[in-house]
């Protein structure tokens, strides 16, 4: 075995973590370590010249292990691994301790804090002696992809794939493309035609040579991982005949969108028993057959609209839906222009005017006299049957808080805003593409912020609808964003694959498929023929799950072996 | 016990003059600038609320639009150009018009023409009065002027003066007991003893002579130039109703004469300046003009500028037959002026401020005392 000749470097981080730690002592401890050949401080680590440090020591002084004691992996292993391998020296080779995050910057006994860094850099020192140099793998990246879900979302993705000339398979449920969409009239706050909108959508997905459409259908089940995707579609025909078929895809799109919440469950509402109170969706249907009118065919002088129905409360679904206040305001828009006679009560809870455009439109509802009423968002309106001597068919009741009244209101046609929910099957497609989902079942993005359209699977991304509520043009720059990153993929060609992940030795696997069933990402599979488990690394995200749970001590956590898990304990407890 | 929503009374009071009512969203920007929103009064939100969800009791009951002098702050800052300054303005008609028991002051707000049909009607009926007084009863001459044989001898038209002022003060005594009864006597959450009544009726002729709160607002020119007005006016009033035989002596009397002429000033001075400022919407208040406003400015500048007439051609010209057509045009400003607008219209305000300061600080005393009572009474609470 070639001598290890180990090269400390301890970052100052300007005074970041030279102010709470003492890095001359630290420097000292290192430096008498076995194996230690050079050890140095700078003041900024990171910086080109710190790299070159790395790289130059490297070169001149022969070191094949390399130990960077500043920051955080996370902020900057990345970094170290490049300036070893400016130095000829195999990435892996390198590890860090992080002094900063979890010592300098959470101490401020500067002696104490001092004694932890020389443990952190010393268990660092032991456990980069049994590193192995390791090597990335890279896999093919097949160029067709699978969208699930017809809606706005799954139609767009569908559509920046297809004219990129990529192959896709789209996939909807039902007969008809639109979701959604297509059961809405016009949409706010520019009031265009939903149906325009769709109708164009729908003409280029049917004359794209690119694009595969499959109506009827659901996804069966999807094996593989990132770029080797293999999906079952089954897909109904007319006479109740089954046909599955099976389609190789690199990346997965998941547009499955969400279901209105079931008006019925707030029995207040009265929603299924009062005939003229009517969810958003039942009323959406009213403006697409032109005519407002109450269930006996008379044109209602009063209208009254209900925000937050199933949103923003403790008893349904605390977050709020997004699309519901400006589709409100566009309903009393609507009303006003069908009968200017008519009265529109706003009966809300907050007026979520977030878009562009949106608050000009919240303006423009007020000027054509909209009453706004405000409730409590844990309060609720009651609505129940006016006198015949009324003029109005209900009464609304409700603490309104903005004049602090108990107040009623008259209306003949009662609107339920209701919010979205996630579907009733959400988790069965969680499973089949295995992603998460949230709390409330919507499904989880890889970063709420960074990367809002990629998932913790590799190869699947969520647009629209399906990972919270959005508006359309939310959901359509998701669609797009997420056919970006499957473009930028399929440009590639291949893909890279870290080479740390975990590995099962054959002489040892028993075949008891423990494995199999624990790892999160799918990422073993059990091969029949040798009665075998086998772990895709392109799957594998090295959680470390198997290499714990296999009873024959047969897998391996690639830059997770027992001995280094071992040294850095010793190292710290030293 | 819930109160019934009307979003109509928004479409009623937009013919008193009120408009985009509905913009308000309820920052509360007007309220903060105000400076005579202080508790218990909220001014002017709570009124644009009141008045946006319909609640005619409410608006009925409230002191606040007359608390509000218009000095148009509220309407600046107003982010939705909701025009809060111009609401309590029309809800100011609007309470005119509720507190009249006859229905005639509904008719004229919402139909000016209405309004200048009763004025022309009144012109015509006073200059057919003094017709008939002048050669009919009196059996005057059109040259003379003043002393025997005058065309418009001074006790009598003294003595319809005091008939007119007489009328007018008994139907705003009406108006006036019923707004007491709206704002605060039907009011059952209100508990106030005689001494609060008592101790601040000395409010009632200081706002009324003062109009002190006026000054309140940030602007002072607008103060000064209503107070200039009014003062001129009342002075004006005294003059023609307690000492018309002293004005009218053959001698120029300047212990009486002098206050005619500042009061002359004060009324074409004041007028003209809110003429021209709404003529040019030079400051809020100025940007709407209902009728009735203008109608009111033009039949003081139209009894000043013929009283001038009637004075010069008399006192200094000589020309008797020129100062009795004269006299006889003024009364036909002058006597509509009082008629029609004091108990049906704008000029109602001389009676419904001055009460208005005077019960809302009675209302406030009582409110007081109640608390003071109350943290007598109950247990001291912990904050929480």
Redesign the interface.
């Known amino acids: 075995m070639e001598e290890i000749k180990i090269g400390v470097f301890i970052c100052n981080c300007g005074t970041n973590i030279a102010h709470h730690v003492d890095l001359d002592a630290v420097l000292e401890a290192a430096a008498a370590m076995p194996g230690v050949a050079v050890a140095r401080s700078y003041r900024y680590m990171c910086s080109n010249p710190g790299q070159e440090m790395i790289a130059r020591d490297i070169r001149e002084q022969q070191l094949n292990r390399v130990v960077v004691a500043a920051c955080s992996p996370r902020m900057h292993e990345k970094t170290f691994r490049g300036a070893c391998r400016n130095g000829g020296l195999n990435p892996y080779l390198c590890e860090m301790a992080n002094i900063r995050e979890q010592c300098s910057w959470v101490h401020s006994d500067r002696l104490a804090a001092t004694e932890k860094a020389k443990a952190l850099t010393s268990a660092a020192i032991r456990r980069v002696w049994h590193h192995e140099p390791l090597e990335s793998l890279t896999a093919e990246m097949c160029p067709a992809t699978l969208v699930i879900g017809g809606g706005i979302a799954g139609l767009t993705a569908a559509l920046e794939l297809a004219d990129a000339a990529h192959q896709v398979y789209l996939v909807e449920r039902t007969a008809a493309l639109g979701g959604n969409l297509a059961r809405v009239d016009l949409t706010a706050p520019h009031l265009d035609s939903a149906r325009d909108l769709l109708t164009e959508r729908f003409t280029r997905v049917g004359e794209n040579p690119w694009i595969t459409l499959m109506l009827n259908s659901e996804l069966q089940s999807l094996a593989g991982y990132v770029g080797n995707f293999a999906a079952v579609v089954r897909t109904k025909s007319d006479d109740d005949t089954v046909q599955e078929r099976k389609i190789d895809v690199g990346n997965v799109v998941v547009a499955t969108g969400y279901k209105e919440f079931n008006a019925d469950r707030i029995t207040h509402y009265g929603h299924g028993k009062l005939p003229n109170v009517v969810t958003s969706f039942e009323f959406e249907q009213m403006l697409r057959k032109g005519r407002i009118e109450t269930r006996d065919g008379r044109l209602p002088q ?1 209208v009254a609209i209900i925000h937050c129905v199933g949103s923003r409360n403790k008893e349904f679904h605390g977050y709020c839906s997004r699309v519901c206040c400006m589709t409100a305001l566009k309903y009393a828009h609507e009303l006003k222009s069908a009968n200017p006679a008519c ?1 529109v ?1 706003d009966i809300y809870v907050d ?1 979520h005017a977030f878009g562009k455009g949106h608050e000009d439109f ?2 423009h509802t ?2 054509v ?5 405000m409730f409590d968002k844990n309060e609720r309106p009651v609505i129940r049957m006016a006198d015949p001597s009324d003029d109005c068919e209900m ?1 609304i ?1 409700v603490n ?1 808080t ?2 602090r ?6 209306a003949d046609l009662v609107i339920l805003m209701v919010g979205m929910e996630a579907r009733a099957d959400s988790g069965e497609v969680a499973r089949l593409v295995n992603i998460s989902q949230d709390k409330d079942g919507w499904f989880m993005e890889s970063h709420p912020k960074l990367d809002p359209v990629a998932t913790t699977t590799d190869g699947i991304y969520i647009a629209g609808t399906c990972a919270a509520p959005k508006d359309i043009p939310d959901t359509v720059a998701q669609a797009r964003a997420a056919a970006a990153r499957i473009l930028g993929k399929i440009a590639k060609g291949k893909i890279e694959i870290d080479g740390v992940f975990a590995e099962v030795r054959d002489d040892r696997c028993s075949g008891c498929r423990m494995c199999n069933e624990l790892c999160p990402y799918s990422a073993i599979e059990f091969h029949l023929d040798t009665k075998r488990s086998q772990v895709i690394p392109a799957a594998c995200k090295a959680c470390g799950a198997c290499v714990a749970a296999c009873p024959s001590g047969a897998i391996k956590g690639r830059h997770f072996t027992m001995e280094q898990l071992h040294a850095q304990i010793d190292g710290v407890l030293a | 016990m819930a109160i019934r929503v009307n979003p109509k009374l928004i479409n009623e009071l937009e013919t008193y003059g009120a408009a985009d009512v509905q913009n308000c969203y309820h920052c509360g920007n007007c309220s903060a600038t105000c400076p005579f929103s202080k508790e218990p009064f909220v001014i002017p939100r709570r009124s644009m609320r009141h008045l946006q969800m319909g609640l005619e009791a409410k608006l009925k009951g409230t002191l606040e639009p007359w608390l509000c002098y218009y000095c148009g702050e509220c309407s600046q800052q107003c982010p939705r150009g909701a025009e809060p300054g111009e609401t309590m303005m029309s809800l100011r008609r609007w309470l005119t018009s509720r507190y009249d028991l006859t229905g005639v002051a509904r008719l004229f707000y919402r139909s000016w023409k209405a309004e200048l049909v009763a004025l022309i009607l009144v012109s015509l009926a006073t200059m057919t009065a003094f017709l008939v007084m002048g050669f009919g009863i009196g059996h005057g001459s059109l040259g003379v002027y003043a002393g025997a044989g005058a065309l418009f001898p001074d006790h009598l038209v003294h003595l319809l003066d005091l008939g007119l002022a007489a009328l007018l003060a008994s139907v705003l005594l009406t108006n006036a007991f019923r707004m007491w009864w709206f704002t605060t006597g039907s009011n059952r959450n209100l508990h106030i003893s005689l001494w609060l009544y008592v101790k601040n009726v000395f409010l009632l002729p200081y706002h009324f002579l003062t109009q002190a709160r006026y000054r309140q607002c940030e602007k002072k020119l607008p103060w000064l130039n209503h107070l200039a007005i009014f003062l001129s006016w009342v002075t004006m009033e005294v003059l023609v109703i307690v000492l018309l035989e002293r004005l009218h002596s053959a001698e120029t009397d300047w212990a009486v004469h002098a206050f005619g002429y500042l009061a002359t000033i004060g009324l074409l001075g004041g007028t003209a300046y809110a003429l021209l400022g709404r003529a040019r919407k030079s400051e809020t208040h100025y940007k709407h003009t209902h009728p009735t406003d203008l109608m009111f400015l033009i039949l003081i500048a139209g009894a000043a500028l013929t009283g001038i007439v009637q004075h010069a051609s008399y006192r200094w010209l000589g020309l008797d037959s020129v100062a009795n057509i004269a006299y006889l045009i003024h009364m036909m400003f002058v006597i509509p002026l009082l008629a029609v607008q004091i108990p049906f219209s704008k000029l109602s305000h001389l009676a419904y401020r001055p009460l208005a300061m005077y019960l809302a600080a009675v209302h406030a005393d009582a409110l007081t005392s109640r608390q003071a009572g109350a943290a007598e009474t109950e247990p001291v609470r912990l904050a929480a």
């Open positions: 009063y009265y009560s007026m919240y303006k007020s000027e006299k909209t009453l706004f009423l009464l009741e309104e903005l004049s009244e108990r107040i009623e209101i008259p």
